[in-house]
């Protein structure tokens, strides 16, 4: 019988997972796990929390410790470059110019930090986090610098502002929109996030955004569209980043918003899948595609995909989850809330200790706990029950969250 070979393109959490999986089920064929980065397969959110405060060592964002993978014979190949697909001739084509034939291909490519566009934007100094490359040099700069400029209010850069803040760095954010996190969160929940940050002494820029970074061969101040002009010793740019797709729409794979996948995380190429950051996956609860860039995605996708390789009836139904550390402010959500027509907190924001919901005709579409540990089961309950809940009920916090959402709503694994 000829020896399988499953190959994975992307060795970060996803793929790595999804190599632990396929071991994990039994699979013995040959695994080839590729990655572009000299390092061992990571987790990317100590990047820009613990890791580049230097609170953590760097092997503790490690997926695996470095011997797992001679130990369960994966080929882990790093510094690879893939740099085509053949799916009619199930191979792949390495920088080397070597090739790769697969039974099975799983596509991990991950997502790339959105390149702002404004003069001066090639100056040394205007910086982007993705990589441990990328935080090893902010870790750097971080020691040798006073100001620091944050362009954007996203969840990057509002973790690398705390970040900062907390390595006793004056922090500036430019960002476009009314408060940080409005996108995601909203106005109400964008302002405490505000708040929280203005008590720690970051100065907000908000509503205007970058006209230009000035100076002489690195940057040294950033001029605003609103005229101002911030003096800084060096920039992060956190404005969103992008599906790394070139691979599969060079090799005519459907693309919508990243890799297009059903619900099993198979592409438009038979035999070839797709996971995390670049796969834009058919939710069954949702009855739609959705592509989401959190950790808990890739942690959970990569095995998922795993398992549809290996022909297990696999349906990927999970509730969106993503977490967030910001100071002494640490909260988790739970749910998918792209429009919304109401806003329900359950205690008082002040105290740092709540619980919000996002709601539309009164079901809830998604929970947001601050700082409150133990509700998260009831959160993805209430997400996942589909029919409307009192709000008043909802908000007062004598009432269990257990009595508004039946215990056995269940999700798939």
């Not at 205007?126 to 006073?146: G, I």
């Not at 398992?307 to 297990?312: I, P, Q």
């Not at 100071?327 to 919000?356: H, K, L, N, T």
């Not at 579409?365 to 009831?378: T, Y």
Request: glycine share 10%; hydrophobic share 40%; aromatic share 8%.
């Amino acid at each position: 019988m000829t020896t399988q070979s499953f190959v994975i393109v992307g060795a970060a959490l996803a793929g790595g997972k999804a190599a632990e999986e396929l071991r994990s089920e039994g699979f013995d064929g040959k695994v080839f796990l590729i990655g572009e980065e000299p390092e061992l397969p990571y987790e990317r959110p100590p990047l820009s929390k613990e890791y580049l405060r230097g609170e953590a060592p760097r092997e503790k964002a490690f997926v695996h410790p470095p011997e797992y993978y001679a130990e369960q014979e994966i080929d882990l190949l790093g510094e690879t470059p893939v740099t085509a697909i053949d799916p009619g001739r199930s191979r792949i084509s390495l920088a080397d110019g070597g090739e790769l034939s697969y039974d099975r291909l799983l596509l991990v490519t991950g997502a790339a930090p959105r390149q702002i566009s404004v003069p001066g934007a090639d100056l040394d100094g205007v910086c982007y986090l993705r990589t441990f490359a990328d935080c090893d040099l902010l870790r750097e700069r971080l020691k040798e610098s006073e100001r620091v400029v944050v362009v954007g209010a996203g969840w990057i850069g509002a973790e690398v502002a705390a970040s900062a803040r907390q390595l006793g760095a004056k922090v500036s954010v430019v960002e476009p929109m009314k408060v940080p996190l409005e996108r995601v969160l909203g106005p109400e929940l964008g302002a405490f996030y505000r708040d929280v940050h203005l008590e720690h002494g970051v100065e907000f820029l908000l509503g205007t955004g970058v006209e230009a970074f000035e100076g002489d061969g690195s940057v040294q101040r950033v001029r605003t569209s609103d005229g101002r002009s911030l003096e800084c010793d060096f920039v992060v740019v956190g404005i969103g980043v992008t599906p790394r797709v070139e691979l599969a729409e060079a090799a005519g794979l459907e693309i919508d918003d990243g890799i297009a996948v059903d619900q099993s995380l198979q592409t438009s190429a038979p035999g070839v899948f797709a996971a995390g950051d670049v796969a834009n996956a058919w939710h069954p609860f949702y009855d739609r595609r959705i592509r989401i860039e959190h950790w808990a995605n890739a942690l959970n996708q990569g095995p998922a995909a795993a398992r549809a390789m290996l022909g297990r009836d696999t349906v990927y139904d999970r509730t969106p989850y993503f977490f967030s550390d910001q100071y002494d402010v640490g909260m988790e959500y739970r749910g998918y809330a792209s429009d919304w027509d109401q806003v329900v907190f359950r205690g008082d924001p002040a105290s740092r200790e709540f619980i919000a919901f996002w709601l539309r005709a009164g079901t809830v579409l998604a929970g947001m706990n601050v700082n409150i540990w133990d509700a998260g089961d009831q959160i993805a309950a209430l997400v996942r029950h589909r029919a409307p809940v009192d709000a008043r009920r909802l908000s007062d916090p004598d009432t269990a969250l257990d009595e508004l959402a039946p215990a056995d709503v269940h999700q798939a694994p």
